[in-house]
């Protein structure tokens, strides 16, 4: 059974940094697509970055500039890089995956519970 587990969130005051880590495990074959998605409280949930297996990242709008993600193949592992947070980054960041489960079965998209990013001074 694969799961996603989110870490690293926390409170920050609004300039400072956070490393949100996200850790896939479970027997699968393949990870694709990794991601970061945040949910602040009634608004939809938004894209805040992407990155495929092999080749660039994608950011939002809002994020290009100050957040960095990145991904380790070999730990199975994507990571999400926030500087100078600001008070509406403030967000339950959800982390994502698109998985193969078994080389004959499809890929579907997995997500980890959240980890909370509160910025306010």
């Known amino acids: 059974q694969v799961q996603l587990v989110e870490s690293g969130g926390g409170l920050v005051q609004p300039g400072g940094s956070l490393r949100l880590s996200c850790a896939a495990s479970?027997?699968?074959?393949?990870?694709?697509?990794m991601g970061w998605y945040r949910q602040a409280p009634e608004k939809q949930r938004e894209m805040v970055a992407t990155?495929?297996?092999?080749?660039?990242?994608n950011y939002a709008d809002n994020a290009k500039g100050r957040f960095t993600i990145s991904r380790d193949n070999a730990k199975n592992m994507t990571y999400l890089q926030m500087n100078s947070l600001k008070p509406e980054d403030t967000a339950v960041y959800l982390c994502?995956?698109?998985?193969?489960?078994?080389?004959?079965?499809?890929?579907?998209?997995?997500w980890g519970l959240g980890t909370q990013v509160t910025v306010s001074s």
């Open positions: 994502t995956a698109n998985i193969r489960a078994t080389r004959y079965l499809s890929i579907n998209t997995y």
């Open positions: 479970g027997t699968f074959f393949s990870i694709y697509t």
């Open positions: 990155i495929p297996s092999g080749g660039a990242p």
